[in-house]
Every structure is written in C-alpha cells, then in structure tokens.
C-alpha cells in the first residue's frame, strides 16, 4: 500500500510538471521580429483627431484610427540625435522621437550583434515613438498634428547642443518645442505657444508614448511589463491585457488620474519609456490609453499621455508653456537612483520591479553589485554575498542544525517507540514528545534553515532576474550570461550530438550547474533526519530529482547560488555532526570513568 501512494504522489507530481510545461508552450507568445537596426524614412503619419478625455473635458492626444493622407509628399526631414549612449534622430514631420538604439547595449553576446533598439518609426514592424503636441481648446485655433513639418535651430541634438523646433500656425501664433539630452537617456522638452494675435488662444499642450504593436512578454508572474508610473504618490502598474480589459469598458482608457510630481510610461522587462514633469509641484493628468484598429492583436496601439488638467488660455502678446522630460533608456539601478535624488522624481527606482519585497531585494542587489565593483565579476560576488548570508545566520542555523543533527541521532529511538505502540498512535506521540523533552530536543527547529533560506533564494532570485547589471555578465568556463540559462545540455551530451533537445520540451534541458545543483542537493539530504513517516521519507528522497528538473532553465547566476549555498550547508552540517559526535564520545568516557571510580 505504501509503495501505491508512493508511486502515486511520483506520477502526480510529473503529471503537474508535464502539464504545465504543455501550457506554458501553448500559451508562449510568439516570438518578436528581428530588431530594426537601419531606419528608412517613416511613412507619412495623419494628423491626430481631437478626442475628448473622459473626465476632462477637453481635448486630449488621440489613440484612435489616424487614416493615411491622400497624396504622398516628399521623405521628412529628420534631426539627428547623439550622445554617448544613444543614437538616432527625431522626426521633424510631427515632432516625434520615432528613432532611438542604446550605443552601449546590444540584442546578444555577439560582438557584430544589432544595438538594442527603443523607439521605431511607425512603418516599422514595431512603431513605438514619443510625440509632443497639442489640442485646440477653443475649437478655433490652428494646432500643429502629425503632418507638420517643423523647423529645426541648432543640431544636432547632444549633451549640452539643444534645440529649438518652431511652428507657425498663420494665426499669430508661434508654436516651439525646446528639446535638450543630457549624457543619459533623459530628454527635456518645453514646449511654449507664443500668441502675436490680437485675440486669446486656447490651447492644451501634451507629451505621449505611444507603442502601435503589442510586445513580446516575458509572461513570468515576478516580473511587470506593460503600463507603470508613480502617480498620486502611489504605484500604479497595469499590463497590457489589463488594460485592454479595463479600456473595452472606459472607451478607450484604462486609467486616468491627476498626479503631483510623479511619472508614467512604458516597462519592458530591462528597457523603461516614461514621462513626467519637470517640477515636483506640478500638477497634471496621466493617462494609460488602448484602442483597437482594424480588428484581431495587430491593431491594438497603446499609449500613455501626460497633459495639464485644462487647456492654456494665452493672452495676445503673452506666452503659454508646458515643460515636460522624457525618460528613454535602460532600467539601471544607480542611475534610476541618480535622477530620483537629483531631480526629485517620486519613486523612480520602482521603474524596476523589486516587488513587495523591496526592502530585501534592492539591499540584496546593492550589496552584489558593490561586490561585483571589487571583484570585477558577477558571479564571485554571488558566492561570496552567499558566504556572508550564511555567516549573518550561522547562530540561528548552528541551534537548528544542532537540533537537526541530535534528531538524527534519535531516529532509532523513535523507530522504537513507533514499533512498541503501532497501535496505539496517541500513546506513540506522547512517547515521542516525552523523548523530544529528556534530550532537550526542538523537532521543528530542523525547518529554521529552509524557512530562513526561503525569502533569502526569492530576494536574490528577483534580483538577479529583473536588474539589467547582470545581463550578458560572464562567470568561468562556460557560462558567459548569468542572466540566461546554462546553455549546456546532458541529453545532448553536453554539445556532442548536434541537436537541442530543449526545443522538444523544456525539461530536457538538463545544464551542468544544475546536475552539480542536484547532487549538493541530495548530499544535504542525507545529512538531515529522515522523516518519520516513510512515504514522506521516499517523497523527500526524490526531491533533488524534481528540483533540478525545475529549476533547469532558471538563470545561472540562480543555480550557482543554489548550488553554493548548499554546498556550504553541507559543510556546516557535517562539522556540526563531527563537533556532536566529539561531544558524545567524550561525554560517554566521561561517564564510564565516573561509573568505575
């Protein structure tokens, strides 16, 4: 009976693994094109409608259908865009920065391997831009739109070179949009409508993100991707199928909220678009915008929209102005930290998704990467940051390894007790508790090291999986991301038969860091008490099995903590139990001399 429910709780398990693994391949989603990496001149977009915000009452910037022009005109000027680490150039037929690649970030390990590109023009296969503009407030006064042909003073934009778009409307009034970068990835943008007309203008002036595809997910429950921004003071993460759900029911807008200070965007899982204002004091309404065009995923365009709560009314001879920044660039940890301080952006950190566990996972990573700095790789400082992990909790583990090790020592007895009164499970237990007290013995303080290692492994685990410092940081040998999983492969002997069994089923991707993980795994184990109860007994001794199974295709850098830090459980563990039976052997000579005097 007992192998049965043996076999049975062994199938189940496999069962639950197959089963979602079939799942999670189904519902894969598709893999992205490949990355843009030359731009040809975008095709020209149509003006943008005037829709009206809910909540508003004005008119805001459109996420709705914008119709191709008639006739075709000439290619759009374009200004170029250079600092030392970006590169592009910003489209000057509707003010859009639609063309934007990191100079210090590249799609793979490969040397020749593309840039990785942010913002793509909109005949792209994947368009994702940012605009400035504005809406008419009155219904009467002439805005610039997606056809309009800027002209450019100054270039090309750089650190320290801003420059100056300007617009006339033939009205009397004079549009202008400030652009300066700085050595980063911030923009800053003041857009000023000047009125030289003899009556008032009204006009509301906006900053959006925009992205006309759906990305690509990485689809893990840990890990935000889709709309964020601080606003209000608070977190405020949606994902896109959220949202999707949310604007069906809103015409169009997912959320919409007046924040002080604060900011909003666009998170990919490394890479962060957002907007915000310039001051901490200023007050405007973000919104988080989906529409659908033209039916099925293809047509979904999203977008995030900052504006002032009403529009601008400008006195003749007087000057309207909005100014605005724009973050466009990779999630870095101190550099998030540097334009939180500096510039007093609300929680700008939270652009990476430390989770409830921010408290741990943030100090967990600061300490890594400071280790990282000394020793120049990522991986020593992983095991080093685990050796101080364990030395913070040697005393609390020492008490329960202790108690694990005098369990162990006890397994005969209570092996004992369990046969003297197999019938009779009551009198068995106050046996056993009677035992637990004469040899001063915790029976659950053997669970103390897991419990502690438990949120350790999840903090670490968040880490390592959602800071950028990371990505493409080699280990030794054959490790060369330990953002990725462990490229080697038992069930293709380790590269010497030329096929991928991984693309088959994820479980048959079985890497060396995780064999080594298991064994270390299975050593541990045999150090620790078996459970009473034998079919928890059995179920116990095939968990290094399912755990490397498991945790196969986590990151490496993952693995190698695991691995190490079992390793140096065993080591405590095993100088614990040298130290005990020390103790015992010398208490027992101790009580033979004393008996024979």
Request: proline share 8%.
């Amino acid at each position: 009976m007992d192998q049965k429910r043996l076999f049975a709780a062994i199938a189940l398990s496999i069962g639950i693994l197959l089963i979602f693994d079939v799942w999670n391949r189904t519902n894969r989603p598709p893999a992205p094109p490949p990355a843009q990496v030359t731009q040809s001149a975008p095709a020209v977009p149509a003006p943008v409608p005037a829709a009206g915000a809910p909540g508003v009452g004005v008119a805001a910037p459109a996420t709705g259908s914008e119709a191709a022009p008639a006739a075709a005109r000439a290619p759009a000027a374009r200004l170029e865009i250079r600092t030392p680490r970006v590169a592009g150039s910003l489209n000057l037929r509707g003010a859009r920065l639609d063309d934007l690649v990191f100079t210090t970030y590249r799609e793979t390990l490969a040397p020749d391997s593309p840039q990785v590109r942010l913002f793509a023009a909109r005949d792209s296969q994947q368009p994702y831009f940012a605009q400035w503009g504005w809406t008419a407030g009155d219904g009467r006064t002439r805005v610039p739109d997606n056809d309009t042909d800027w002209t450019a003073t100054g270039g090309p934009l750089a650190p320290g070179q801003p420059v100056t778009l300007s617009w006339d409307n033939g009205q009397g009034q004079v549009f202008e949009i400030a652009l300066s970068i700085d050595e980063q990835y911030m923009v800053s943008a003041q857009q000023r409508v000047r009125n030289t007309g003899s009556e008032p203008a009204s006009v509301l002036p906006w900053v959006r993100v925009r992205r006309e595809h759906t990305p690509t997910v990485a689809g893990f429950y840990i890990l935000h991707e889709g709309f964020t921004g601080v606003l209000g003071g608070r977190l405020r993460e949606v994902t896109y199928s959220d949202a999707k759900s949310e604007a069906a029911r809103r015409s169009g807008t997912a959320l919409e909220q007046e924040t002080t200070g604060g900011w909003a965007g666009f998170t990919d899982k490394y890479w962060l678009a957002a907007v915000m204002p310039t001051a901490p004091d200023q007050t405007l309404r973000a919104s988080y915008r989906h529409v659908n065009e033209g039916g099925g995923a293809a047509g979904d365009r999203w977008q995030v929209d900052m504006a002032p709560p009403a529009p601008l009314t400008i006195a003749p001879g007087a000057t309207g102005e909005l100014a605005t920044r724009l973050f466009a660039g990779a999630k870095e940890v101190h550099l998030l930290d540097g334009y939180m301080d500096r510039l007093n952006i609300t929680d700008f950190d939270k652009a990476i998704d430390f989770g409830w566990f921010y408290f741990l996972v943030k100090p967990f990573f600061l300490a890594l990467d400071w280790i990282f700095r000394m020793t120049g790789n990522f991986g020593v400082a992983i095991l080093i940051f685990t050796v101080l992990i364990k030395a913070a909790f040697f005393p609390l583990a020492n008490k329960a390894y202790h108690s694990m090790a005098r369990m162990k020592v006890l397994a005969p007895k209570m092996t004992e007790i369990k046969e003297r009164y197999k019938d009779d499970p009551q009198k068995a237990q106050a046996e056993m508790m009677a035992l637990y007290r004469s040899e001063k013995v915790n029976p659950a303080s053997g669970c103390l090291p897991i419990l502690i290692q438990i949120p350790v492994f999840f903090a670490l685990y968040k880490a390592l999986f959602v800071t950028i410092e990371m990505r493409h940081q080699p280990f030794f040998g054959w490790i060369h991301d330990l953002s990725a999983p462990d490229p080697t492969n038992l069930f293709n002997l380790f590269g010497l038969l030329p096929f991928d069994p991984a693309q088959w089923s994820t479980f048959l991707h079985m890497p060396a860091w995780a064999l080594i993980m298991g064994v270390t795994m299975f050593v541990q184990q045999k150090l620790n008490p078996p459970p009473p109860d034998p079919i928890q007994a059995k179920i116990f001794a095939w968990m290094p099995i399912i755990f490397t199974f498991m945790l196969a295709s986590f990151p490496a850098g993952l693995i190698i903590y695991w691995a190490w830090n079992n390793t140096l459980s065993v080591a405590q563990q095993y100088y614990i139990m040298r130290h005990d039976r020390r103790a015992a052997r010398a208490a027992k000579v101790n009580g033979a001399v004393s008996k024979a005097k």
